[in-house]
Every structure is written in C-alpha cells, then in structure tokens.
C-alpha cells in the first residue's frame, strides 16, 4: 500500500472517530487543570502544576472582565531612542539581511516588494523581489495577508537562493468558498545583478489554501543549528479556531491530520526518494511535483502515517513572528484572541496549547471572553500543554508583534534579553507599545532542551516585562503602528512601522527606524512634553523640545490645589479631584480623591477613619494607559478589601467601598501596574 493510501484511511479512521468521541478526547480526555473562576473582582489562575506557567507573577491576569499586563515593579521603564532610517515604504513587515558580508538590509512590503537599503544607508530604488503580479488583491484598510516574509539560505552567497512567504488567489483545486492559497516559494538572483532577483526561477515548494483571510503565519526563518526552513502556519483564520475548515468539536491546532496551527520544518537541501512526502488525498495543501523539500529525519511524527511529517510543533493560533536566539533556540509570538497575547519557546514535538488555551489560561469557543474554570492540561495523546514564556494582555494593546533576542552592543542593557512590542492600542488608533523581556536569573539558554520531551517546567518559566520607553514621544510610545522587527549584520535591532492599520498603497507611511541609545538622561515622562515644577501659582506649560524633564518634590500631589492653575498636557477637560487624605462629608462617610499621572499615583498615603464608607474619585491621567486603586490587607495581596475598576486615560471613575473596622496600615495598588502603591492608613 502507497504512503498517501495509508494516510488517507487513517485520515478517515481519526476523523470518524472525532465525529463520534471529539467531545471525550477535549476538553475531558487529557487531565483537567482546574483554576478559579472568573468573578467580577478576581483573578483566573491555576492552581494545579504543569507547564502552562499560570501560577508566575508575571503571568497576565484577569481582573473585572479585563486582561491585563503584569510589568516587572522594579526599574520598570527602559529608556531607548528611534533613529528614522528609511521611508516610503507601505506595509513594511520584516527587515533582516542576508548574511553575504555586503551589508545590505533588506525590508518586506506587504504590498508584494522586497527593497534594498545599502551599506551607506541609501534605499535602492528597484526592488529586490516583486511579486505583485502573482499575489491576491489586498484590502488597504486592513489586511492580514500579502508578501509576509523571506529568507536567505545560510549559504546565498554561494548559491543566490532566497524563499519567500506570500499569499496567492485561491488556487483551482481549492474548496470553492474559501480565501486564498498562501505559497512558499524559491527563488534565485540575477546573475547579472546581485540586487535583483530572477522572478522566472520561482519554484513553489508548498501551497496552503485558507478558509479565511487572517492568520497565515508569516516569518520563515532557518534555523542557525541545523539548517532547516521553519515555517509557521496559523489556524486556518476567523475566530475561535472554528467554522468553515476548521475541524469540528477540536479546531484544526489540536487536529494533527492536517498542518495548520503549526510550525513546519523542512530540508530544502537533501531531497531523496526516502525523505520526501506528499499529502494525503483531497488535503487543502500540496507540494511541487517530485517535491522540492526533504522532511528532517527528528520531526517528531515522521514515524505516524497519519501525521504530516513536515509538522515541527503545533497547538498555535497565529504565530506570525518567528525568531531565532544566538544559540539557536525559537521564539515565537502567538497572536491572542479575545484576551491574551503570547511568545514561546518551541520544541521539537511541543503541543502550545490553542485552542483548549488562551496563553496560560482556559479557552472556551463559545464563550471566549471569560477563561473557564477547568480545561486539559494536556493533549489528546497525554502530552503536557506547554505555557508561553511571555504573556501579557489587552491592557496595553491588541496583539504582540515579536521581536528579537538582542545581542548586538549598542543596548548593553538589552543583552540576552527579548525585544518586542504591541501593535498598537486599537484599530483606530496609531500608538504602539514596545516591551523587554528578561529571561529569570537561572535560565541557561544553552542548556535549553531542544525536545519537548525534556522540558521541565523551570525550562519554560515565564520572564519578566518592562517597558521600553522611547524618548522624544508624548507617552513614550509610537505614534504609529507596529508592523514588525528586524536585525542587521552587526546584530542591532530595527523597528518597522506605518501610520495606517493596512497596506493602503495610496500613503505610504511605512518607515523603518534603528533602536538606538536614549538621547536623554533622566526618565522622561510617559505622558507629555512639559517641564512640570509644582508649587502654588505655577502653570505648567508645554517646553519647546520633544524631550521631557521631571522635577519632582517630596510630598508633591499632581492634582489641582488652591491657586494653581493647570493645563492639562495631552487633554482637555480634566476635573480636579480631592487629595489623598479624607475630606469628611457627614457623620461616617469620607470623600478622597486619588491620580495617576506619569505611571504614578499622586500620593503615596491615603488616610481614612475606621468603618468609613469611603467615596474614591480616582482621575487617571495617563492617556491610553489602564490603571485602577484597589485595596489589599498586606502587599502580598492576600486578602482584598476593594478592587476599583480599570479605566483608560485620561478618565474618571468613582469607587465607593467601606474602609475597615480595624484601624492599622493596610495597603493599596494599580493592580495593572504593580509598583504603583503606597500605604492605606486606616485610623
């Protein structure tokens, strides 16, 4: 019997069995993880071991039906600076160069373009590579899919070979009612002209078809230890992993008969007839005749007639970024639903969870905004679920971009650790977020395993977040949305942005910006260009540069006093609250009023009589940024006594709670960002 004769019956065999026991196999075959429920004032978080990392504090939480970011408290802002290099671009989504000694970089259009920047900074004004004639119509206000990445073959300065990731028309022998059918491709270089590829040497190694337009996937990358291609595939698109080609009851991550949610690796160099396959019959993707692609002998399920062998790791969403470290371990950023983002480490054979998962916590397709209380912690075959190492949630924005592991020497404070970002706070607004991450004291990234059979948990703990501030910016964000990441020949970092949320080739606002030193020395303000000194009779007023300085004075609050006249730095239109101290307003009540500006509270005491119903106006002041007050008995949070909604700024909101009977120091905190605290005295 023929390799694709045994594969489609086994293909059938698994699939009739999930017709009749996909319910049993998820969410009740694997063991049940159990966590808390998510009532309106708590947190969701496991409490049953294994790798998902759910019980870390930097794990994103859960709180008043919002996802929220756990930033490191310490030193939580890392001051960096942006260094425009090249404009003009549209949808730029990927930089990298090509390892030739030239020096080059080379930048990836959305739009179906590849360009050169030179060694001298200069944008060449040909294209690299164009394949706009052969790619499927974009919609410019937004669009998930295009020419998303490439990559060069570890030794193109021999043999000019260059892949490309792109996205076709739905080819003809493709489901009727779907997409499109993504490629990846082969290409050689002119060899008349070494910034030119020859687009007649195209040789498609693969063609996906896509139920839907968005998750495709998207950065191919070689892997630095052994050569191979990885190339990671999303769900198939829509949401909830669910719908038309999508498999029932399951999804297509945790469905391991076809390829999509997952990492491919293949050998583009050794193709013999022991090493190639082909897929099964009536499957949504193919491979060239004679097949242009050898499977590596360690894939996982190279041994299981019924499993595609080119599959590396699955149990992914999106995973759109993929990047390697120094020592050749794989990074890659899962796009989130609802609620969470992640980044993982991945493993030979590694099963990341999606969809019985969001991140570290439980998903539910018909309920995706709230985590379920139980779900597996592990795979249909017994395989433990594995947890990302980076997590955040929507507080900050609405997707991780990934990034890089730096190690190049211009950001000494960024060694080893990881670049990435969000790609911007929403649809309708260009202000994007960038994030370090810092791997725990003990991890070795040498040592990592590269099996998912020898992870531990300490090898997948999760790493700690801060920000990356970028100085010269009103809140030190991007004033753009974030498209990706790049590294050049000497290992420093490049941020690609656009000022619109698609590949509107009608503007053109793509820009790519090196990641370079801050260009000041104190930590400017997050929030606004002024120089702001407090003091009766002052009004603070804008500085002419885009740099920021803060004066700051012992026992200074922020809000509005007696003949102090403010203007409000990024909006208009903000009430003056009370100060941190009770006003009382009648017998047994208490009015105080409490803000947040600048990533710190205006106060470091909030003092109230014992039994008091207490009434908080609390006046965020961050514009864009989440921030609540809540109340705990100690700073390790054991206990609550009020947890205050979460609120965009710049907002209001007033809280109204009972203080406790017992007089003492208690404790309160922005539950978003935790080093924002102080001491709640209740007398």
Not at 193 to 217: A, C, W
Not at 525 to 531: D, G, H, S, W, Y
Request: proline residues 8%; glycine residues 10%.
């Amino acid at each position: 019997m023929t390799r694709a004769a045994v594969v489609m019956i086994s293909v059938l065999v698994v699939l009739a069995l999930a017709g009749v026991a996909g319910a049993a196999v998820y969410p009740n075959g694997g063991t049940d993880l159990t966590q808390t429920p998510a009532p309106e004032a708590g947190n969701v978080t496991a409490t049953a071991g294994n790798l998902t990392n759910a019980g870390s504090p930097y794990a994103a939480g859960y709180l008043n039906n919002t996802s929220i970011t756990r930033l490191a408290g310490e030193n939580e802002t890392v001051n960096v600076s942006l260094e425009p290099v090249a404009e003009g671009f549209v949808a730029p989504l990927m930089l990298t160069d090509a390892g030739d000694g030239t020096g080059r970089l080379f930048v990836v259009d959305q739009v179906g373009t590849v360009s050169i920047i030179d060694a001298n900074g200069t944008l060449v004004e040909e294209p690299f590579l164009d394949v706009r004639d052969r790619m499927v119509n974009l919609t410019p206000s937004y669009d998930e899919r295009g020419l998303l990445s490439i990559a060069f073959h570890p030794e193109f300065g021999e043999n000019g070979r260059v892949f490309a990731f792109y996205t076709a028309p739905l080819r003809e022998e493709a489901p009727d009612d779907w997409d499109s059918t993504n490629r990846l491709s082969a290409f050689e270089v002119d060899p008349t002209n070494p910034d030119r590829v020859n687009t007649t040497s195209e040789e498609i190694l693969i063609e996906i078809d896509k139920p839907q337009s968005n998750h495709n996937g998207g950065s191919i990358a070689f892997g630095p230890r052994d050569g191979y291609l990885y190339v990671p595939l999303g769900d198939g698109g829509a949401a909830n992993d669910n719908g038309t080609g999508h498999t029932p009851e399951i999804g297509n991550a945790q469905d391991l008969t076809n390829i999509y949610g997952s990492v491919l690796r293949i050998d583009v160099d050794n193709v013999t007839a022991e090493n190639v396959t082909e897929p099964p019959e009536n499957a949504t993707w193919t491979t060239a005749a004679g097949s242009l692609y050898g499977i590596p002998a360690d894939n996982p399920f190279v041994a299981n007639e019924s499993i595609p062998p080119e599959i590396y790791a699955y149990g992914l969403r999106n995973p759109a970024y993929i990047t390697f470290d120094a020592e050749g371990n794989l990074f890659v950023a899962d796009a989130g639903q609802n609620l969470f983002e992640e980044v993982s480490l991945v493993v030979n054979g590694g099963n990341y969870g999606w969809r019985l998962r969001e991140g570290t916590l439980c998903f539910d397709p018909e309920n995706p905004e709230t985590p379920p209380a139980t779900c597996p912690a592990n795979g249909s075959s017994g395989e433990p679920l594995i947890g990302p190492v980076i997590e955040g949630g929507h507080d900050l924005g609405v997707v991780f971009v990934g990034g890089r592991v730096y190690n190049g020497t211009a950001l000494p404070d960024l060694a080893g650790r990881y670049v990435f970002g969000y790609w911007s706070t929403g649809f309708d607004v260009a202000n994007a977020t960038l994030l370090v991450a810092t791997p725990p004291a003990e991890w070795n990234a040498t040592a990592f395993p590269d099996s998912a059979e020898n992870l531990t948990p300490e090898d997948v703990a999760m790493w700690s977040l801060q920000r990356l501030n970028v100085t010269g910016t009103p809140a030190g964000t991007l004033d753009a949305y974030l498209l990706g990441f790049g590294e050049g020949g000497e290992s420093e970092l490049y941020a690609l942005t656009s000022e619109d949320a698609g590949p509107d080739a009608a503007n053109a606002t793509g820009t790519v910006w090196k990641i370079v030193p801050a260009n000041v020395t104190e930590t400017p303000t997050p929030t606004a260009n002024v120089t702001v000194v407090p003091g009766a009779g002052v009004t603070t007023t804008p500085t002419a540069t885009g740099n920021v300085t803060v004066t700051p004075t012992e026992n200074v609050t922020a809000v509005p006093t007696a003949n102090v006249t403010t203007t409000p730095a990024v909006t208009t239109n903000v009430t003056a609250t009370p100060t941190g101290n009770a006003t009382p307003a009648a017998a047994g009540n208490v009015t105080v009023g409490v803000a947040a500006e600048a990533l710190a509270f205006n106060t470091s005491t909030i003092t109230v009589p014992a039994g008091a119903n207490v009434t908080m106006v609390f006046d965020n002041q961050d514009t864009g940024i989440p921030h609540n007050v809540a109340f705990y008995t100690d700073s390790s949070a054991a206990d609550a006594i009020f947890v205050g909604e979460i609120i965009d700024g710049p907002d209001q909101v007033t809280y109204t709670f009972t203080a406790p009977e017992e007089p003492g120091t208690y404790y309160f905190r922005c539950d978003v960002h935790p080093s924002m605290d102080g001491e709640f005295v209740v007398e």
